[in-house]
Every structure is written in C-alpha cells, then in structure tokens.
C-alpha cells in the first residue's frame, strides 16, 4: 500500500518551515516514529517523525525548500503497515523529539480554510462594527476564521479574540489592518474623544520601506533571513511600535557576591553563571512587584496578572536570538539553576530547543556582560512587561567613609511597559534587584 506523509499541525501559529535536513533517501527502509526531516520553525528545530514505516518511494522535499503544514514530504511504500487502519479524518499520535506533542492529521488535498460567512459574497466585504459583548451571554459555537499565523499572534498579543473581527481581504480574510482597525473602535468606544490619526500604522511602516539601490555604488550581497531572524524581526518592531518603552539604569556592587561566587564554584565544581543569580533574585522580586510578571489587555481594559514564575533568558545563537523559558524559577536554588541554563542554552546553539522550552515566560533576562558593554535598552518581550539588560561588570572607585575603594560594578538596565509600570515603580524594582545582589549571603545557593 503506498501511504502519503505530509507535514502535520506543528504547534499554535506555525503554518511553515524550512527544510533543514532529509533524514531518508528513496529505497530507505523507515520505521514508525523514525524522524525523516529536520525542520526550522519560526521558533525552533524540529525533528519530523513518519507516522508509518515501509519503504521510501519518493522524497518530494529538499534542503532549503519553505514547506507549508500539508504539504507532501514522502511517499511510503509500506508492505506490513498495509494491514493497519487506514488514515481516515482522525488524528495518529506521533511521538516527537521534544516534550511537545505533534499531531499527525491524516493528509490533505489540501490546507483546508472555512470562510467565516458561507453566504459572504466575492469582493472585500465592509469592516462591520464590533459587537457589544454582554456579561454572562452564552457563546454560540464559532466558526473557523481566516487569518495567517502573524496576524493571529498580533491579535493575542494584544488580548482580542480574533472570532470578533470582521475580515477586509479577500473571501473575508482578517488582516493586520482589520486588526488594528478594531483596537481604534474598540478605543473610541471606551473614550469617545478623536485620538491622533498617526499612532495606529507604524508597526507596518518598516515592511512598506522601500530601499535604494545599493548596488549604484558598489557591490552587495543578499542573503535571506532565518526563519528566527525572520520572526525575531517582526515580533521586535510590533513590540517596539505598541510598547511605550521605558529604560532605568543603575549598578550594583557584586565585590561580595563575586568572592562567593568563585568560592562555590570551586567547592561545588560547577560553574555558577551570573545570569543564574539574576533569574533567582528577578524569581523573587516578582512576588514582591506582581506587576512586572503582567500583561496588558487593552481590548478588554485590564491587567492579567501571572501566578506563576517562568523567567526567559535570551541566549545568542548562530541563527539568532532565542528566549528559553526557567520554568518556576521560585522553587529553584541557585545551583539548579545554573545547570538549568547552561543546558537549554545548550540546546538553542545545537538547535535541539523545542517549542515547550519558548513558551510561557512572564519576565526575560538578557546578558551581555560575557561580551561587553556598559549600559543597554532592551526591547520588551511582549506581551511581557519588563526585561532587564545585564552588562559587563567592572571595577571603579566608589567613595566608601571618606575614602575611594576600588569596587566591582555591574550595570543593570530595566525597560518596562510604561503603561502598566510607573517610573516609580520601577526605580523602586531595579533598587530592590540591587540591593538583593548587594547582599551575597542571604541568596538562596543551594538548599
């Protein structure tokens, strides 16, 4: 029996990868669960599984190739998993190379997309006005709504449901316009006044740009951008144009901390990274000042405040740059902590990160004091709040009872969400963070 392997559903707004690796060759005997092809996502690499075994037939992808969720990997030839059921419309497990779990959808003609209105008509239908949502109303059973994967994380990002937005595209798809479009309504039915016309565009502005030709005055190369350079590009300039951005800087002196922290690496024979102590202290300030692990949902006009503490730490890689989340970093010490770290910073740079180890982060933390530097801005990892920039430490006289003493500084940089966190607020945070590392004894290294 030949069998049909297409690409299944990878995980919540990821419609496409690139083709990394082919694992198999035509003629390759292959098993159920044995990966096939290595895939980079928007978010990380992924190793692809066949849901059957048999013989290759036929490999319909190649390196560097974009392929879309349904699209055709393999034909199998498979003689003994002729007797097993026939894929039909349910969903086969597969087991993946990460903790995630990747269903296999029986293949497609097609991707399939349900128009939001069956009786819609050809031609962009008009922007309808939102509808008034009523405490307490039952919600009617929703209807599959078109929008691409960046548009829908546009709309999470800023607290909507996508099922309330009407569609100008063609046969009523959402864009990023009707998405913005119904964050204006939504304004101006809270606030009645005429808001500044400007504001609303210059996330889009960028990709509109157009440049000259570079090539008038010498010569150039083009190379196209990674899939994570692709998705840290747009996530970082809707970041940067819906974030009233804020940057607090000061030090702390770590001479203490420093001292201690050799001490311990050597009884412990472990590396004990600064980032680790950070996450620790950022773990506790979190239960101290709830509203730097929040979020803004300004469609709804609240605050969502998380419970829990996952601190992302961004880690820099050949393809770019990736947050892992520590995952309750509050129940951590130090010790696990740095292990913790070192491992999944590991797995970024060997591109073995899967998709649960970047989701779920309130807080992010992004050191460059291995590289360099004295001060930084950070952009806000949306829809978190705050991130706080690390910089190399470095000795300096401070004035300590009348006389200079050279001193180890390290500089700390807090950009935060300027509509949920004050200035005060913040100074009061970043003080908070500084004389916690001020005080090397009383942090939590192991225990």
Request: hydrophobic share 40%; glycine share 6%.
């Amino acid at each position: 029996m030949t069998t049909e392997f297409r690409l299944p559903e990878l995980g919540e707004n990821i419609a496409a990868g690139d083709v990394l690796k082919v694992l198999v060759a035509p003629g390759d005997a292959i098993q159920p669960d044995q990966p096939v092809l290595e895939l980079e996502t928007d978010k990380a690499t992924i190793e692809v599984p066949s849901p059957v075994g048999g013989t290759v037939k036929t490999v319909h992808v190649k390196p560097g190739e974009k392929l879309n969720v349904g699209g055709l990997i393999l034909t199998v030839e498979s003689g003994a998993a002729a007797s097993a059921p026939k894929p039909a419309a349910a969903t086969l497990p597969v087991k993946s190379a990460s903790p995630v779990a990747v269903p296999v959808v029986a293949p497609p003609k097609t991707p399939k997309i349900e128009a939001p209105k069956p009786e819609a008509k050809p031609g962009p239908p008009p922007l309808p006005t939102p509808p008034a949502r009523v405490q307490g109303e039952v919600a009617l059973p929703r209807v599959t709504v078109a929008a691409t994967p960046s548009v829908r994380r546009l709309a999470r990002e800023l607290g909507l449901d996508i099922h309330e937005i009407g569609g100008s595209g063609e046969d009523g798809r959402i864009t990023e316009e009707d998405v913005r479009a119904y964050v204006r309504e939504r304004m101006r039915q809270v606030a009645p006044e005429p808001a500044p016309a400007p504001a609303a565009t210059s996330a889009a502005a960028p990709a509109s740009t157009s440049l000259p030709d570079f090539s008038r005055w010498g010569e150039i190369e083009r190379k196209a951008m990674s899939s994570v350079r692709r998705k840290t590009a747009m996530h970082l300039s809707r970041a940067w144009a819906t974030i009233p951005h804020v940057t607090n800087h000061d030090k702390a002196d770590i001479t203490e901390l420093e001292q201690l922290r050799k001490k311990l690496e050597a009884k412990f024979a472990t590396k004990i990274s600064m980032t680790a102590i950070a996450t620790k202290v950022i773990a506790s300030a979190l239960k101290v000042f709830p509203q730097f692990a929040a979020s803004v949902d300004m469609a709804r006009q609240e605050i969502v405040y998380k419970k829990y503490v996952n601190v992302g730490v961004a880690v820099d890689t050949e393809r770019g740059l990736l947050v892992p989340v520590i995952r309750n970093a509050d129940t951590k010490n130090i010790i696990q902590l740095s292990a913790e770290i070192a491992a999944v910073a590991e797995r970024a740079r060997n591109r073995k990160i899967t998709l649960e180890d970047l989701e779920g982060g309130v807080f992010t933390i992004s050191n460059l004091g291995g590289i360099g530097g004295t001060h930084f801005s950070p952009i806000v990892n949306s829809p978190e709040v705050a991130i706080l920039g690390i910089s190399r430490g470095r000795m300096e006289p401070v004035y300590i009872n009348g006389l200079f003493q050279p001193r180890l500084l390290l500089p700390l940089s807090l950009s935060y969400d300027h509509r949920v966190i004050d200035g005060a607020d913040a100074a009061r945070f970043l003080r908070w963070l500084v004389e916690a590392l001020e005080q090397a004894f009383l942090l939590p290294f192991e225990g």
